[in-house]
């Protein structure tokens, strides 16, 4: 024993040397680079310095796969119905000491939990994944490039990819499209060609570099599986637009304006009342077209009075001139009509 400790005491003199390492990484060691890590050993007999011994080990360093699948930002992506090629982006790392290739896929959610503590109840179309070609974070039509790999990412690098999907029509406000990226890792296989599926090394380790998968658990993959999925959702915020129509006798030839009554020669004011609910998206170009029946006449003289307001059940005699009246119908536009706003258009016509 006591001769033992004499040799261990040697050791702190010798030449420790690490040779072939690779650039510190947060993934680690370069899988593939060889670690040789020399020792000698000198010592004396009888106070004479002695041939020194040396040894030394080289090993391979294994390949350890690890990706994450981020959501960029942290909120859902608010949609109008029928809105096209709608985005939601994500990061892709790989934490592996090893360069590979990672397949991308979305996929749809049939309800559940989405990413904000909402409830998938639509699908998006046409989802399909682009890569932040061009690296300015953001998802550039023509530029950023559909893809179905990640090509050849570095250990400790990540990419930007989005999903760009459509939005149906007729979707009511809160609808939620819950969509999942899944990034798996793949072999290299060398540039602008997608890898082979990775293995895992089972058994012993081996004198070569092994593959040992180290991910998480993602939305939806397991653990170990070298491959990670994360969530995002849309949510529509559509209008919710009513229409009502209402009609005052103003005059009649008889009565006048005191107590009018509907008789033919009477002047009649319509109001179409256009509202949009509480916490709905703004409506804008809201055209309004109302075919005039044949037993009323237009009154040009008075003309037609666009987004005017409604108080107490009623019309309010304002607004600002505008519209057309062409072919026996009145048309008008309203600009926009915003949650929890009410606006008019208001003509008159004399019944026939
Ligand atoms: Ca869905
Ligand atoms: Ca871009
Ligand atoms: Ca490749
Ligand atoms: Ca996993």
């Known amino acids: 024993m006591k001769k033992s400790g004499r040799l261990l005491g040697t050791v702190g003199a010798a030449a420790l040397t690490v040779l072939g390492a690779s650039p510190a990484l947060a993934a680690g060691t370069q899988a593939g680079s060889t670690i040789t890590n020399s020792v000698s050993v000198s010592f004396q007999v009888g106070g004479v310095s002695q041939t020194a011994t040396a040894a030394s080990d080289m090993f391979t360093v294994d390949r350890k796969v690890n990706v994450t699948v981020a959501e960029v930002g942290s909120t859902t992506t608010q949609v109008s119905p029928g809105a096209a ?16 290739d990672f397949a991308v896929a979305v996929a749809q959610q049939a309800g559940g939990a989405g990413a904000h503590s909402n409830t998938d109840t639509f699908d998006a179309t046409n989802a399909k994944v682009y890569v932040d070609t061009n690296g300015n974070g953001g998802y550039d039509a023509g530029t950023d490039l559909e893809v179905a790999y990640l090509d ?25 499209a819950a969509v999942t990226l899944t990034a798996t890792g793949r072999e290299g296989g060398g540039a602008a060609a997608q890898g082979a599926a990775l293995v895992q090394t089972s058994g012993a380790n081996t004198s070569g570099m092994d593959t040992v998968f180290a991910d998480g658990a993602g939305a939806t993959d397991a653990a170990r599986d070298a491959a990670f999925s994360a969530k995002d959702d849309y949510t529509v915020l559509a209008a919710a637009l009513t229409v009502s129509k209402l009609s005052t006798v103003i005059s009649d030839p008889l009565n006048g304006t005191t107590n009018p009554k509907a008789i033919p020669g009477a002047t009649i004011e319509y109001c ?22 044949a037993t009323v006449t237009y009154d040009s003289g008075y003309g037609i009075f666009l987004n005017g307001s409604f108080a ?41």
């Open 85 to 100: 090629a709608q985005v939601t982006a994500f990061q892709v790392t790989n934490l592996s000491n090893a360069t590979l």
């Open 152 to 176: 050849e990412l570095a250990a400790d690098a990540s990419k930007t990819v989005f999903v760009v999907a459509d939005i149906p029509l007729s979707l009511a406000s809160g609808s939620v």
């Open 272 to 293: 179409i009342v256009v509202a949009n609910a509480a916490g709905s998206a703004t409506a804008s170009s809201v055209a309004i077209s109302d075919p005039l029946p």
């Open 312 to 352: 107490s059940g009623a019309c309010v005699a304002d607004g600002t001139a505008g519209g057309s009246f062409a072919a026996g119908t009145v048309s008008g536009t309203l600009s926009s009509v915003a949650a929890s706003e009410t606006k008019t258009l208001r003509f008159r016509a004399t019944i026939n």
